[in-house]
């Protein structure tokens, strides 16, 4: 009889402990699942991130060269005015 009941609950305690065990994979599976979609979301906004620099970058290129672009012409501007003026004052000595 009590070899009966030890083996019962031998049973009992291996099925129990199966079964937690079980649990404890079906946890870890999903903790890993988490994981696995943390990461790829991290990595689409790192991605996100990066185009973002890249395009910060590229306006920063594009806004220097419109500036050297508009001082070029400012300073074209000045040049040829200055010229003009010459010219028209070359032109009332010569009268």
């Known amino acids: 009889a009590a070899t009966a009941f030890l083996t019962a609950l031998d049973t009992s305690l291996a099925r129990a402990w199966r079964e937690e065990d079980r649990q404890w994979r079906r946890e870890d599976r999903q903790w890993r699942k988490e994981d696995l979609e943390f990461r790829g979301e991290e990595r689409d906004w790192w991605h996100l991130e990066h185009m973002h620099r890249e395009e910060s970058r590229k306006w920063r290129r594009q806004d220097v060269e419109q500036r050297v672009l508009e001082n070029a012409r400012w300073v074209w501007g000045r040049y040829t005015e200055k010229n003009r003026r010459d010219v028209e004052e070359k032109g009332?000595?010569?009268?």
Do not use: A
Request: proline share 0%; no cysteine; charged share 50%.
């Open 92 to 95: 009332e000595q010569l009268r």
